[in-house]
């Protein structure tokens, strides 16, 4: 059985040595939610943290997927009364933004990547978030 670490931050701050870029990844038109997710996770992963700058630039990425399992449960509560278009959050962590951004203009990208986002992914639906983080609870 292993050891829990647990840290709980009474003051907490912003995270300066890292920044995480999060996409909220909206599904291209005509995919079904289960084959958007599939092929986000079976297909897109490998290609994307397969080019040379990913594996050069990232600290982490991560992909969040939605389980519509869940979605009658969340109904029921006060966090949020607008079903979400989106389908899951690319997290991206790094030491700096620039480091992120050279992943999305890098030749690499441009040629292997962004086609097969072409398969699943509709950027003009998508949204953007980006700045640093803080860790209040954090279980290990």
Do not use: C
Request: charged fraction near 25%.
């Amino acid at each position: 059985m292993g050891l829990v670490s647990e840290t709980t931050t009474s003051t907490p701050s912003l995270r300066t040595d890292r920044v995480r870029l999060a996409v909220l990844m909206a599904p291209k038109p005509g995919l079904s939610f289960e084959e958007f997710d599939r092929y986000w996770l079976d297909v897109h992963a490998n290609v994307f943290s397969s080019i040379a700058i990913a594996k050069r630039n990232l600290l982490k990425y991560e992909q969040f997927h939605l389980d519509r399992s869940y979605d009658s449960v969340l109904a029921t509560h006060r966090l949020a009364k607008t079903p979400t278009q989106f389908r899951g959050i690319a997290i991206f962590e790094a030491t700096s933004i620039d480091k992120i951004l050279e992943i999305f203009e890098d030749e690499e990208y441009l040629r292997v990547v962004v086609p097969d986002e072409q398969e699943f992914f509709d950027p003009e639906k998508a949204q953007i978030l980006a700045g640093p983080f803080a860790s209040i609870i954090d279980k290990l």
